[in-house]
């Protein structure tokens, strides 16, 4: 695995690769890589000729307040890692190179990125984008992979490929867990043992509509009010919000007519954790 700095290394890498006929796949991360991430890897090495991931804790898409500083960084272990799925190219870009002092232009998501949260965290999904964009833009792949654990982030990158007519098909790629059904992330390890025991709360909330939509129960109001008891039973956490949503819209329906998503997010300390469960009725 070639890791690279700059954006012209990348720009020659991806073109050699191309020449030789290849399709380009791109991982865009954070780093503190688990087995989420590397199912992402993997996912693109099934599909893939070539996998970049990019590994980059992006200021912008941070508030002010939020863990930017204290965010897990370990780029030994992420190349380990990475070696090890196979990855062929890992672009670690600094900040200096990302965003440029006489930089202006930012990419604004719209609607999509007020809702969830980006009503928590205001700005979150302009950073998003704008930094996706650019890694689309210097990397050019053909197919980039997004986890469902992020669903809004999903949810509003398509969106955003697709209005902006970007050259790359989005590949979503499902949630992975802890074997107590706590979706892995970076930040379960702020976590102590006590709240990571409260964490599974989110897992059983979603599970608990899961299992109601399956008996065929439609009213969102009360599939989310099932959803609020769960987190309620866990003193250790405080809800930001559940919701069940349209998979395209991300706003709520009246009644589970057609496929919806489970949102959650929680606050255990001074962590906040967000999960999502696809929900169908089974009526
Ligand atoms: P991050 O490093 O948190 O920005 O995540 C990079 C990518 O990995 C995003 O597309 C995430 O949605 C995805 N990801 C993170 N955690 C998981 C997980 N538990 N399962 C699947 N994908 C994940």
């Given at each position: 695995m070639e890791r690279v700095v700059s954006k012209e290394e990348v720009r020659q890498a991806v073109l050699a690769a191309r020449r030789e006929g290849k399709r380009i796949a791109l991982i865009p991360t954070m780093g503190a890589l688990h087995e989420g991430h590397l199912s992402l890897v993997r996912a693109a090495c099934e599909r893939a000729d070539y996998v970049a991931v990019s590994i980059f804790v992006n200021p912008t898409q941070f508030g002010p307040g939020e863990d930017f500083e204290a965010y897990p960084r370990d780029l030994e272990h992420d190349m380990q890692l990475l070696k090890a799925e196979g990855a062929d190219l890992l672009f670690t870009p600094t900040t200096a190179s990302m965003y440029a002092a006489d930089a202006q232009v930012e990419v604004i998501p719209g609607p999509l990125g007020e809702l969830w949260e980006g009503a928590i965290r205001p700005g979150h999904f302009g950073g998003v984008c704008t930094v996706v964009s650019k890694l689309l833009n210097i990397v050019q792949p053909d197919l980039a992979f997004f986890g469902e654990k992020d669903f809004q982030q999903l949810t509003i990158i398509k969106r955003m490929v697709c209005d902006l007519d970007a050259a790359v098909r989005v590949v979503p790629c499902p949630i992975i867990r802890e074997p107590d059904g706590l979706a892995l992330s970076?930040?379960?390890?702020?976590?102590?043992p006590e709240e990571r025991r409260a964490a599974t709360a989110l897992y059983r909330a979603l599970r608990t509509a899961e299992t109601l939509a399956l008996g065929g129960e439609r009213d969102i109001a009360l599939l989310t009010d099932a959803m609020r008891a769960c987190i309620a039973e866990e003193p250790l956490a405080t809800l930001d919000y559940a919701a069940v949503v349209d998979l395209a819209t991300l706003t709520e329906p009246a009644t589970l007519d057609s496929p919806a998503r489970a949102i959650v997010a929680v606050r255990l300390g001074n962590t906040r954790l967000i999960d999502n469960m696809q929900l169908t009725t089974g009526v």
């Open positions: 970076s930040r379960n390890a702020y976590l102590s």
